[in-house]
């Protein structure tokens, strides 16, 4: 019994270590979906990854939607359906906030859930146990606001519009106000951020077709570039044990 102690409690700094591991400065690691099969190596780089070349998604779109009138009811906010904004994307309040729990359960009802499990998980797991990895997906209507990444790997996936994403170290979160969740890096002004010239960051442009995975701890936003259609995204989060600690505590 002791043993056994002992090496559930070694295996379990070993995955502290590696999950506290992280990259140094500002860098976009870029692959072609062709070249899928490196993508599990690129993963120890810890920076985040651009692939490309994807094809346009085959759900999630305004269209599919528009066509499943048993989602035209589900409630995004108070007073708002997801029928009110497919009849006219243009009414999307700028700053709409869709609760985590809808935005979880838009995610299995749209079926992002099982694709992400048949899809993307056999990339991660290799010769893992099937317990040692899980999947949470959401799906966002809009922009997203200034988020943490916690889980092992963060996919975000646009299937309608297109978004300007901005990544930051955590080490910028030192710059940050004390209430920069939820915010945008171009809201910002001295005035409520000092030392706001020292935040380095990258913007990437992500279409449909492309999907941006952002390793732990690096901050990121998505803002809506295109607001002529529906914005839509994906967002799926791999979490090994380490790593669900870590969310749920935060």
Not at 25 to 31: P, Y
Not at 119 to 132: M, Q
Not at 160 to 171: N, Q
Not at 220 to 227: E, L, N, R, T
Request: net charge neutral; glycine share 6%; charged share 20%.
């Amino acid at each position: 019994m002791l043993e056994i102690a002992l090496f559930c409690a070694i295996f379990f700094l070993v995955l502290v270590f590696f999950y506290k591991q992280k990259a140094e400065g500002l860098n976009i690691l870029q692959i072609e979906s062709e070249k899928l099969s490196t993508f599990r190596e690129l993963l120890s780089e810890k920076y985040p990854i651009v692939i490309r070349g994807l094809g346009e998604p085959k759900f999630l779109t305004p269209e599919i939607l528009k066509s499943t009138p048993r989602l035209h009811g589900f409630q995004l906010g108070p007073n708002l359906y997801l029928g009110d904004i497919l009849k006219s994307p243009s009414s999307l309040p700028t700053k709409l906030h869709v609760p985590e729990e809808a935005r979880k359960r838009l995610a299995t009802e749209v079926g992002l859930h099982v694709w992400g499990e048949h899809t993307w998980l056999p990339h991660y797991s290799g010769e893992n146990p099937s317990w040692f990895l899980s999947l949470e997906t959401q799906v966002n209507v809009g922009s997203i606001g200034l988020t943490k990444a916690s889980a092992y790997s963060t996919l975000l996936y646009p299937t309608s519009g297109t978004f300007v994403c901005s990544l930051l170290v955590d080490t910028a979160e030192k710059f940050l106000p004390k209430t920069w969740q939820g915010r945008f890096l171009d809201e910002l002004t001295i005035s409520d951020t000092p030392l706001l010239k020292e935040i380095q960051f990258i913007d990437i442009i992500l279409r449909p077709g492309h999907v941006l995975h952002i390793p732990p701890h690096w901050l990121y936003s998505c803002k809506v570039k295109d607001a002529s259609t529906l914005p839509l995204c994906g967002i799926l989060e791999f979490h090994h044990p380490i790593s669900r600690l870590a969310s749920s505590l935060a």
